[in-house]
Each structure stands twice: as structure tokens, then as C-alpha cells.
Nanobody
């Protein structure tokens, strides 16, 4: 059973930064795309960023491009999301997920395993 555990969320002022981490169990971490999603109250879960096996391919939602950076360390089975210039509208629960495919890394249905989420709150 694959387990994903996010950490690093918290309360930050607008303009600040946070770094989320997601530690994955299992031996095949390096063979899977990984993604970050978020869900704000009353809204659907939305794609934020994804990264390919060896970090060669990265994908971002327009809303975070230039502010967020996804990265991974396959030796540590960990994927990161560096979030800079945070805005109040970035407030949400952030989830990491492991993809079982590569065709559409921006789509939720590509991802089979999900973490429990970590809360990010950005105050104005």
C-alpha cells in the first residue's frame, strides 16, 4: 500500500513563502509522476503542479506559474512544492498525489494515491 504524507503547511502572511513536502512509501517512487493539488472550501480540487520521473518535465497551473516550484528527490522518495509570493487566494488544503499514467498529468483521474492534505492559510 502506497502512503503519501504531506507536511509544511501553516499560516503565512501575503507575500510570504512556504515549502511543502510529501514523503512517499514504496520502492517505485522514481517511476511515477507526482502532483500537487489544492482544494479551497466550497470549491473543487484543482491541479497545481506536476513533475516527471527525473524532474525533466514540470507542469503548472496558470494561477501559480512563476510563484510555485515543484521538485523531487528520488533518493528520499520526496516531492516538494516551494510556494513564494503567496496570496490569500492560495488558501486551501494542499494534497500530493502519485500518478499512474503520464498522458495527462494535469488531470485528477491520473492519480490513484493521495495524501491526507496539509492546510495552507494566507492572511491579507
Amino acid at each position: 500500500q502506497v502512503q503519501l504524507v504531506e507536511s509544511g503547511g501553516g499560516l503565512v502572511q501575503a507575500g510570504g513563502s512556504l515549502r511543502l513536502s510529501c514523503a512517499a512509501s514504496g520502492r517505485t517512487f522514481s517511476r511515477h509522476y507526482m502532483g500537487w493539488f489544492r482544494q479551497a472550501p466550497g470549491k473543487e480540487r484543482e491541479f497545481i503542479a506536476a513533475i516527471g520521473w527525473n524532474s525533466g518535465n514540470t507542469y503548472y497551473a496558470d494561477s501559480v506559474k512563476g510563484r510555485f516550484t515543484i521538485s523531487r528527490d528520488n533518493a528520499k522518495n520526496t516531492v516538494y512544492l516551494q510556494m513564494n509570493s503567496l496570496k490569500p487566494e492560495d488558501t486551501a488544503v494542499y494534497y500530493c498525489a502519485r500518478s499512474e499514467g503520464v498522458a495527462t498529468p494535469r488531470e485528477l483521474y491520473e492519480y490513484k494515491y493521495w495524501g491526507q492534505g496539509t492546510q495552507v492559510t494566507v492572511s491579507s
